[in-house]
């Protein structure tokens, strides 16, 4: 089946630290990838979309410079946290589908739980 | 806010009772589905329904969708200890996912 890999699974470094995440679809290609943060016990917040080839479609209320996300090929896209503080300490995780299409179940990485200290 | 709001947010049952967890939304949907997620994991799709479907089944797995009420409700049937996990729903378009339901299931 579809399989989408996170990378790291956890993160701990000090604020200020800017910090890396990348998402591959090892098995087909998504032109379309989906960053989602969750706290504790909580639900899944959509943060962006990622679209290859172009810019990201950020939610309200989420920072686009602390927030990059790039979408270079079709089966990777990346998420920096920049400059992250102790508040940007969270569980990201990324999704996508095969076809990218809305009728299409979404595959998730594992997620990456970051601390910032 | 939330579009997919879960209820009940925390439920504890015997294995091998049936466990139904129901959700609902605010705006016309595409499809709903539901996933569910173990403790520091990633979601797991477990069934999709469309917007002009009432019911579907899959394994121990039996979704409802009632697009007049905007509601929808995953019943797992004979439930398993394995089961323990958090089920969330997620209205799509707009890939908003609901606050979730901690299901334990004891042994």
């Known amino acids: 089946g579809a399989v989408v890999s996170q990378h790291p699974s956890r993160v701990i470094c000090k604020s200020g630290t800017s910090v890396k995440i990348e998402c591959r679809s090892l098995d087909f290609q998504a032109t379309t990838m989906f960053w989602y943060r969750q706290f504790p016990k909580q639900s899944l917040m959509l943060m962006a979309t990622s679209n290859e080839g172009s810019k990201a479609t950020y939610e309200q209320g989420v920072e686009k410079d602390k927030f990059l996300i790039n979408h270079a090929s079709l089966t990777l896209s990346t998420l920096t946290v920049t400059s992250a503080h102790p508040e940007d300490s969270s569980f990201y995780i990324c999704s996508a589908s095969p076809g990218g299409g809305d009728d299409q179940p979404q595959h998730f990485g594992d997620g990456t739980r970051l601390s910032i200290l | 806010s939330q579009q997919g709001e879960e209820d009940p947010q925390a439920l504890s049952i015997q294995e091998g009772e049936n466990a139904t967890m129901n959700c609902s939304y605010k705006?016309?949907?595409?499809?709903l589905q539901w996933y569910r997620q173990n403790s520091g994991r990633g979601l797991v799709h477990l069934i999709l329904i469309r917007s002009n479907e009432r019911e579907k089944h899959s394994g121990r797995l039996r979704v409802t969708l009632d697009t007049s009420k905007k509601s929808s409700s995953l019943l797992i049937t004979a439930s398993r200890a394995a089961d323990t996990a958090s089920y969330f729903c997620a209205t799509v378009p707009w890939h908003i996912f609901g606050t979730g339901t901690r299901l334990k299931v004891l042994a």
């Open positions: 705006t016309s949907i595409n499809n």
